[in-house]
């Protein structure tokens, strides 16, 4: 199955959500939830991940995490994680209470695909601008062996690439890792976008984008940059690429910034 064929069947029975200038969504991918152990990539910024929570929780956004939420490929059990991380799955529990949850799953948590509850693809539509809908989705469809191939993927990263990862070596089929095959995997999506015309948004390549002039692609960054989260806000018809990372104040007491990285452009 060719690249465009898996990006099709994903979104063919997306389900579609409104997007108007009320709509206040946040899209944030590739936190890569671990054991707490000293391979967790998201332990660093774990403050940075909870503080932004609380920020669009009370700001009534709705939470959308487009895959990689957990770390499914180096770690067995996800209970190990949910109980490491309960905070988040508890702050996780207080939007879906009032229905501002939605879960998609890429290739390192692909086997939660088992659970209702996780998509591969959402659509976020407008009605009065057809043309300008978001179609969401974690990217790992660009390659083969992050989609058709997983189990395999899984295996090479769990037995081979993450113990030498820990030896200082880089794992050189990750799109995350090597700029080739990020180049390769963007283009891609890129190219997807332009053919169907439709507006891309995806997370998998780790690397953040948001042109300041209208685009068929933009990417969420991740939750494992070394000193900071990236992520997109949707909000009053438009959308931003911001970051969240610690400032300090004059005094030098600490605190959790939000900072704009690009944007906001007018969607709507």
């Not at 990006?7 to 944030?28: G, M, W």
């Not at 709705?62 to 180096?74: A, F, K, M, S």
């Not at 009605?127 to 978001?134: A, I, T």
Request: aromatic content about 12%; hydrophobic content about 35%; proline content about 4%.
């Amino acid at each position: 199955m060719s690249i465009t064929s898996r990006l099709d069947r994903a979104f063919a029975q997306a389900p579609a959500l409104p997007l108007n200038r009320c709509s206040k969504y946040v899209l944030i991918s590739d936190c890569h939830r671990g054991v707490g152990t000293s391979s967790d990539n998201f332990l660093k910024n774990q403050h940075l991940y909870y503080a932004a929570l609380e920020h669009y929780y009370r700001g009534g956004f709705t939470y959308i995490e487009l895959g990689d939420g957990e770390e499914l490929w180096e770690n067995r059990k996800l209970r190990n994680i949910t109980e490491i991380h309960d905070d988040v799955y508890c702050m996780f529990s207080r939007f879906e209470e009032r229905g501002r949850l939605y879960l998609l799953y890429g290739n390192h948590n692909i086997t939660r695909k088992k659970s209702p509850a996780f998509l591969e693809a959402l659509v976020l539509r407008s009605e009065s601008f057809p043309e300008k809908s978001l179609y969401l989705t974690h990217g790992h469809q660009a390659s083969l062996l992050n989609s058709t191939l997983w189990p395999l993927a899984r295996f090479l990263v769990r037995y081979f690439w993450s113990p030498l990862e820990n030896l200082g070596f880089l794992d050189p089929t990750s799109a995350a890792k090597n700029y080739e095959v990020k180049e390769k995997c963007e283009e891609s999506l890129r190219q997807w976008a332009r053919e169907r015309q439709h507006i891309l948004v995806t997370g998998h390549t780790h690397r953040p984008v948001l042109p300041q002039e209208p685009s068929f692609y933009y990417n969420t960054g991740s939750c494992v940059h070394p000193r900071c989260i990236t992520c997109i806000e949707i909000e009053r018809g438009e959308i931003t690429l911001v970051k969240w990372t610690m400032n300090a104040r004059i005094d030098s007491t600490l605190y959790v910034a939000r900072e704009i990285i690009s944007g906001p452009v007018k969607l709507l």
